[in-house]
């Protein structure tokens, strides 16, 4: 059975320390566990966290032998292929172990393309699971990045995927948006077992504190007082508050017992957040393994050793020997057991470069909390945050082709850049903006759209006007596809009102799109009156007569050869025309099969030809009674139907069904 766990509390509380505790009390060879810990810096990078915890796992399985690695190999391609290079966009070392595996095909529309990202991952699940226990722990989950979490969603509620356990830690006073909705959505349709973590009490403080000095309670009961008020009861901070008071000579071991000085202690200036407990302790350090410390937390709670000797403009050497006292210091440790390597060499004065380069690619360390990596974070100037930033952004350009990664710490240092490297990066969030779509991260890719928007807030508004309509109608498709119609609304009005700035191509595209948004709420009526607006003028009334003889004369041609000439306002045209039936309007129904048919026998054939004649077909069958006429016109159609297949359908459903209500199949 499915088991999804929570476990929340403020930060330090100790949320991580117990769920391992549980994690480790499981025998290993009955389960496959992954891990991973979201970091806020990477939130906007898509599946970030899966990747992670994927990763590693692929990882482990690569390492293993060729027997092993081949049997993870038939048993993912039995379950995914021929969609398996799906995988390989969150996971692209995957590759190692499945091989090469074709392209897939792109699928019409958006939807298409989520069901079968869905699927795919559902039927890679079922591989996994399918004789083990997947333990897949979150720690941070209120940083999860949106796409992650909707892909998590769709895999906890899935109910052919049962065999899996589900535990996350988050913070309990710094919740989001997307996390909030996240827990909803699950909790509609699975049980959510949530565990509650608060801060110790003063008893529990003594209790505490009586085990770490192996002291009574009555010798504990001061210090108790002083410690409870200075950390408030959070462990992580009384562990601080100890470790400074001990380095101090505040709490010291006489040699039989543990002792300390209360006036000392009550008088010391050791105030504030945990923070700035964990601040000062950074400040022990020297110089250079600070400024080693805050590059790192740059580089995100996880970081590679040759990423940061790049950002110190030093050598391996150099950068590990600088590094190796915070790890004495337990600020951060070992991402892996390669790094027990280092020791010795490290230790050795003579240890040469290439020693380094041998190990380089399992150099990775992570920060011991997430607060170190806070308050060693904060520890560097503006300036230096936005050098670090963009530093950072060139390693990144000089290793990998991924740009989003690359746009997001140049958006953190946007405010640092000259004129022209703004430029460069309002093409870049274009360019995130549109691979964020294209990997249906959605959100994401709004975030870069703004990103992108507020960086030409720099320049006047002659410039960049069609990168700024570009945004524009990015940002109108995605709020489409978030189904945030009045925000789409409200995106084109704004642009609208601004008219002189806009092409009539523009122009005429925004309304298109203004028109979809109320097809989409189901708001025809209004959608209808925006078509009369833009059109309305040009429409006549039409009598019987007029439009029986215009049928008669597009039948009289030998055959509508359709060229690529463009009929203006077509499409409004058409809509138009639908959007009459779906009101009952048969007047303005009526007059838009009129005019677009005008277009036919004044030769303007078109793509949207066998629209138009789709429209004459239904009107002399539905209005005048004139089914002869409507199946001549009917073959017409048929003989384009190559170029308007969807069109030819749509008539042919009206057509059959001309004696009931015309609104039924134009609804379906």
């Given at each position: ?7 929340s ?25 992954l891990?991973a810990?979201s ?31 081949h ?24 590759e ?19 069901k079968?990202f ?35 969603q769709?895999?906890l ?36 077992v ?18 770490t ?6 010798k ?8 409870y008020?200075?950390?408030?009861g ?27 000085d ?15 407990l ?36 030093k ?11 915070a ?28 020693e ?23 520890l560097?100037?503006e ?9 950072l ?13 690359r ?49 030409l807030e ?45 092409t ?10 203004k ?33 029986c ?30 959007l ?17 048919n ?21 009107t ?49």
């Amino acid at each position: 059975k499915k088991n999804i766990t929570l476990v929340s509390g403020i930060s330090g509380i100790g949320k991580t320390g117990i769920v391992m505790e549980l994690i480790h009390a499981i025998p290993p060879q009955q389960i496959t566990f992954l891990m991973a810990k979201s970091d806020q810096l990477m939130s906007s990078v898509p599946y970030h966290i899966l990747r992670e915890a994927f990763t590693r796992w692929v990882t482990l399985i690569c390492s293993r032998e060729e027997e092993n690695i081949h049997y993870w190999r038939e048993k993912i391609l039995h379950e995914t292929f021929p969609d398996t290079r799906i995988l390989f966009d969150i996971i692209p070392e995957l590759e190692g172990i499945v091989g090469h595996v074709p392209e897939v095909a792109a699928l019409p529309t958006v939807f298409e393309t989520a069901k079968r990202f869905q699927s795919v991952w559902v039927s890679f699940l079922k591989a996994l699971t399918s004789e083990k226990l997947l333990l897949l722990f979150i720690d941070d989950l209120q940083w999860t990045d949106p796409t992650s979490l909707e892909l998590l969603q769709i895999i906890l509620c899935h109910p052919e995927l049962q065999n899996i356990m589900f535990v996350g830690a988050y913070r309990s006073n710094e919740k989001s948006h997307f996390f909030t909705k996240f827990v909803e959505m699950i909790s509609v349709k699975q049980e959510i077992v949530q565990i509650e973590l608060s801060s110790l009490t003063m008893s529990q403080t003594s209790n505490m504190l009586v085990d770490t000095f192996s002291a009574s309670q009555e010798k504990i009961e001061e210090l108790t007082k002083w410690v409870y008020t200075k950390t408030g009861g959070i462990p992580f901070g009384i562990k601080l508050f100890l470790k400074s008071l001990h380095e101090a000579d505040l709490v010291r071991w006489d040699g039989d017992s543990w002792d300390w000085d209360i006036e000392k202690i009550a008088s010391c200036n050791m105030n504030g957040s945990v923070v700035d407990l964990v601040i000062e302790r950074i400040k022990l350090l020297s110089p250079e393994c600070q400024k080693a410390l805050s590059l790192a937390s740059v580089v995100g709670h996880t970081f590679n050793l040759e990423v940061l000797a790049f950002l110190l403009n030093k050598d391996l050497v150099v950068t590990c020997s600088v590094l190796w006292y915070a790890v004495h210091a337990n600020l951060i440790c070992p991402s892996t057991s390669k790094c027990l390597y280092l020791q010795p060499i490290v230790e050795d004065a003579t240890c040469q470069e290439q020693e380094y380069e041998d190990l380089k690619e399992f150099l990775s360390f992570s920060f011991a909390h997430d607060r170190i990596q806070t308050a060693a974070y904060q520890l560097l100037s503006e300036n230096e945050t936005w050098a670090a930033h963009i530093k950072l952004a060139s390693y990144i350009e000089r290793s990998t082709t991924d740009v989003i990664e690359r746009v997001m710490h140049l958006n953190l240092a946007c405010k640092a850049l000259n004129r022209e490297e703004t430029k460069e990066l309002i093409i870049l969030n274009m360019r995130a903006a549109t691979e964020a779509k294209s990997k249906m991260a959605y959100n994401q890719a709004l975030d870069f759209v703004f990103a992108g928007e507020k960086c030409l807030e720099a320049f006047h508004s002659d410039e960049f006007s069609e990168v700024r309509f570009e945004f524009k109608t990015l940002k109108i498709s995605l709020y489409f596809i978030l189904l945030r119609l009045d925000d789409a609304l409200d995106t084109i009005d704004k642009a609208l009102e601004k008219r002189n700035e806009l092409t009539d191509t523009q122009i005429l595209e925004l309304i298109h799109q203004k028109l979809n948004a109320y097809l989409k709420k189901g708001d025809f009526c209004t959608g209808l009156c925006l078509v009369n607006q833009v059109l309305g003028d040009t429409l006549t009334e039409v009598t019987k007569e007029d439009f029986c003889a215009l049928a008669d004369k597009i039948l009289s041609m030998d055959k509508l050869d359709i060229g690529t000439k463009e009929v203006p306002y077509a499409d409004l045209l058409f809509q138009g025309w639908v959007l009459s039936f779906l009101t009952g309007r048969v007047d303005w129904k009526i007059k838009y099969a009129f005019a677009m048919n005008v277009f036919l026998a004044e030769g303007g054939f078109s793509i949207h030809s066998a629209h138009f004649l789709t429209c004459l077909a239904c009107t002399m069958a539905n209005n005048y009674g004139d089914i002869e006429k409507s199946q001549m016109i009917y073959q017409l159609v048929k003989n384009m139907s190559h170029l308007c297949f969807q069109c030819l359908v749509l008539f042919h459903e009206v057509w059959l069904l001309h004696t009931r209500s015309i609104i039924c199949p134009f609804r379906r």
